[in-house]
Structure formats: C-alpha cells, structure tokens
C-alpha cells in the first residue's frame, strides 16, 4: 500500500529545542515537499527536493533545514531561530512530470511552549 | 504561478448543488486549473483539473470558459462530509516542478 507517512501526529516542545520532522514516502516519487499551515490560511512552501542530495529553499525557508540522503525520506528541521514554529507541517510528494496531482502525508502538528 | 481569488466561505444545506467560482485573470497559456479538498488536520486532497470547457469525474465538474480567466467546481447535492475548505491553484506542472501554492481557500459548510 503505497502512501506517505508523517510520524508523529501530535508534537510538543520548550521553546530553544530543536525538533526533527520525519517524512517518508514508498511512492518512488523523485520530488518531496515541506509546507506549513497555520489556522485558517493556505499552505506554504518550505524547503522542495527535487532529486536525492538536492534541495532548494521555499518561500518560508528560515528557521528551518532539511535533508535528503534518501529518496524515500526528506526530514525537516525545525530549529529554534525559527520565531513561531508552532503550526501544522505537510510533507507531500508529487509523481512527476505532467501529472498534476500532489500526494500529501497526513500532517504533523507541532506545538512549541 | 497566477493567483486566483475564490470566496472565503459559503453555506449549503444537504443535498443541494454548491458553486464554487474562482477568478484567474492573469493565466497563462500553459495554466491548468486544479482544485483540492482539505479536511481539518488532514493533508489536501486532489479533487479534478482542468484546461477548458469541462471536466467531470466521480465528485465533481469543472467548468472552464472560454476566456479561461474563471473556472467553477461544482460539486452535486452535498453531505455534512463535503464540509472543508477547496482551494483553486492554477499553474504549468507540465516542467515537472510541480510547486503549488495555496491560497487560503474557500471554506463550505453544510448544514442538515
């Protein structure tokens, strides 16, 4: 069953901790993305990957890094430079060239105190 | 990417069709319209797409124009679980940087 996971869900911190997202995708899709949600807006982008060990910054890229060794796993960092971290973060992963539809992960909602 | 407005929130009751109308005055040739479905604390879900005239598929239609410069999702007689939020994106995916940006979408609730 193809898909992509966001692990966890639910993710609490203290405020000056640094925090590590995990996405993972067995879709073979090249291209893993990063977006932030916070209530009530749209989604935007963070950090996009478009093949192993190349990673371009988003609109929204400070505070944050990523990494992509693997092409099933693109991690997102969120560190403590980022001012308001606390969000809903998706990770998604489109199939490819000429298809329009993006797969997104379930989410993980992270709250920092 | 050309930006698209669409209102920010609509009401329904079950049952009944619902409109949804977005505007794209600065589309570009190359421009599909595409729409998705969030659900609170869920990732967006691709609904149908579309370059012009119409489209249609299990849940919804896409109405395209000539000009191209709108586009409507309707979606036929709703349920409570149509409620969520439907963003328009409009863009060239066609490159394979399949970049999308959401605006913040328009919110439908429907009511019993």
């Known amino acids: 069953d193809g898909g992509i996971t966001q692990s966890p869900k639910y993710l609490f911190r203290k405020e000056g901790q640094n925090v590590t997202l995990s996405c993972e995708q067995n879709l073979n899709h090249d291209a893993m993305y990063w977006y932030r949600q916070d209530p009530g807006q749209g989604l935007r982008l963070i950090y996009y990957?478009?093949?192993?060990?190349?990673?371009q910054k988003g609109d929204i890229a400070e505070g944050y890094s990523v990494s992509r060794e693997k092409k099933e796993s693109f991690p997102l960092t969120v560190t403590s430079a980022q001012k308001n971290p606390t969000a809903f973060y998706l990770c998604?992963?489109?199939?490819?060239?000429?298809?329009?539809?993006?797969?997104f992960g379930p989410g993980t909602r992270l709250t920092v105190t | 990417l050309a930006k698209t407005t669409q209102p920010i929130s609509m009401d329904s009751y079950e049952g009944q069709e619902v409109n949804i109308t977005c505007s794209h005055n600065?589309?570009?040739?190359?421009?599909?319209i595409t729409w998705y479905q969030q659900f609170p604390s869920q990732g967006p879900r691709f609904i149908i797409q579309?370059?012009?005239t119409k489209v249609t598929n299990e849940v919804a239609s896409l109405f395209i124009p000539a000009d191209r410069k709108s586009s409507t999702l309707s979606l036929p007689r709703v349920s409570l679980s149509d409620t969520a939020v439907y963003y328009c994106?409009?863009?060239?995916?066609?490159?394979?940087?399949?970049?999308?940006?959401f605006g913040a979408g328009t919110r439908l609730a429907v009511h019993p």
């Open positions: 600065n589309i570009a040739t190359n421009d599909y």
């Open positions: 998604a992963a489109p199939p490819g060239q000429g298809n329009y539809e993006q797969y």
């Open positions: 994106l409009v863009g060239d995916f066609s490159g394979g940087y399949n970049k999308l940006i």
């Open positions: 579309g370059y012009k």
């Open positions: 990957s478009q093949i192993v060990n190349d990673f």
